[in-house]
C-alpha cells in the first residue's frame, strides 16, 4: 500500500516540476513576442478584441485573437502562426488545414462576453481541480447548465474544451486539427459566421497540465421598443454584468471591416 501511494504521489510531483519547468513546450507557455507585435500593428490590432478585458489572463487573450486572426485573414494565419510553429506540415492533417485556409472567405471576429467568460471559469476551475475532463461537471452540469447560469439568453451556445498544454498555439490548433472530442464541432465553433461572442478561461489541471475551456454564443435578438429608441444609438448588449458596461454604436467600424451588420457596432 505504502509503494502504489509513494509512487502516485511522486508522479504527481514530477507532473507539476514538468509544467513549471519554462522549457517543456507540452505545459508551459512562453511569450510569443512574434504574435504580440503581429497584433500590435495597425493592420491586425482590431483582431485583439479582448485586449482590454482585465479579468482576462495574457495566454487567454492570445487564444481569442488568433481565433479572429484565422476567421479574418487565415492566409496570414498560415504564414504568421503554422508555418512559424513546430507542427510538421508534411502531415495530412496539417496540410489540409493549409489548403483550406488557402481559399477561406474572410468574417468578423469574435467579442468578448463576460458572463460566457464566468461560464468558462467556473468548469476550467472545476476540471482543473477534480482531474475530469469533459463537458459535464463534476456536479453533474451540462455546458448548458453553466452557460445559462450567467446568461439569460435563449441564443445558441456551444463549448470547446482542452487539456494539456498552456500555449496559446497549441490550444488553437488543437482545435484547427480537430483533436479532442468532438473535434470538428470544435473547429466549426471558432469559424462559425453564426457565433459571434465568446468567454475563455485557461487553468491548472492537476492530471494533464492545464486546460482550457472556451464558451461561445449566437447574437441574441435585441427587441427594439420603438424608432425613438433607436435614434439614440446605444443599445446596452445582452450580457448585463460585464464590468466594463458594454454599449454599442451602430456609427462605429473597427479595422477593415464593420461590426454593424453582427450586432450594431462595435464596442465602446
Known sequence: MFKIGFSKLFGFALACL??????????????????????????FSSLNTAAKEF???????????????ARYDSRTFINEVILNSSYDTSTAEVSDLIKEFKTRKSIFPLMPAF????????????????????HYGSDGKTYQDRIHQFLNSNTAIAENYFVGSADPVDVVMSFLLQKGENGAEYKRNILDENIHYLGISIK???????????????????PVASAELRKKNAVEVYWKDCPTGTKVSTRRKSGGFSLSNIFGGKRK
Open 115 to 134: 458572463s460566457l467568460y464566468k461560464a468558462a471559469m467556473v468548469h476550467a476551475k472545476d476540471m482543473g481541480e477534480s482531474g475530469l475532463t469533459g
Open 204 to 222: 491548472p489541471h492537476r492530471l494533464k497540465c492545464s486546460n482550457a475551456v472556451v464558451d461561445f454564443a449566437r447574437k441574441p435578438i435585441i
Open 55 to 69: 479579468y482576462l489572463s495574457d495566454d487567454e487573450k492570445q487564444v481569442v485573437a488568433l481565433f479572429n486572426l
Open 18 to 43: 514538468l509544467c513549471m519547468y519554462p522549457w517543456k513546450k507540452g505545459c508551459a507557455s512562453d511569450p510569443n513576442t512574434t504574435l504580440k507585435t503581429l497584433f500590435s500593428s495597425p493592420k
